[in-house]
């Protein structure tokens, strides 16, 4: 399958383990604030993997992206 259709959920395994972990770690943390931090989480990694392909491509003009 091409990587350009490659499907990644946003909140992976890792990520969801991860945030339970912390999560049950606050006393007093209900759920509408847990999603809520759920939302800001997957908001700010889909900036930051925009701003690093969009880094990436403005060091590496002249390079040529081989899909295979």
């Known amino acids: 399958m091409p990587r350009s259709q490659k499907k990644t959920p946003e909140l992976t395994l890792d990520r969801t383990v991860g945030l339970l972990r912390r999560a049950m770690e606050i006393p ?3 759920l509408d ?3 809520l931090l759920v939302d800001y989480y997957i908001a700010r990694n889909k900036t930051a993997r925009q701003s690093h392909t969009k880094t990436w491509m403005a060091r590496h003009e002249g390079v040529k992206i081989l899909r295979l």
């Open 28 to 30: 007093g943390l209900e």
């Open 33 to 35: 604030l847990a999603l």
